[in-house]
């Protein structure tokens, strides 16, 4: 296996199989646009992403973080609510 750890863009970790339903491959975009992916059962919370996400960036405090995410009409969710961000072209 290559330096890649389980769970952080490698194959899923032995025993999680993705075609029994049992993982779903997260890809979560950093705030430097990298790309990180985690192997996460089907089950978790986003919560279990969350702490994922802080352990791979060697994170103490993740108080000032969140996850957040883009429906398909393009609207930012979180979860405390959705907010969707219309750009509109205003003369100079």
Do not use: W
Request: charged share 20%.
């Amino acid at each position: 296996m290559s330096g890649i750890p389980l769970g952080v863009g490698g194959p899923p970790p032995p025993g999680m199989d993705a075609k029994c339903g049992r993982l779903v491959c997260i890809k979560v975009r950093m705030l430097d646009d990298s790309v990180a992916v985690f192997h996460l059962g089907h089950k978790a919370i986003g919560q279990t992403l969350l702490d994922e996400v802080a352990r791979h960036l060697n994170l103490l405090e993740n108080d000032y973080f969140g996850l957040e995410y883009i429906d398909n009409a393009g609207c930012h969710k979180t979860p405390f609510g959705s907010f969707c961000f219309q750009k509109y072209m205003a003369p100079l």
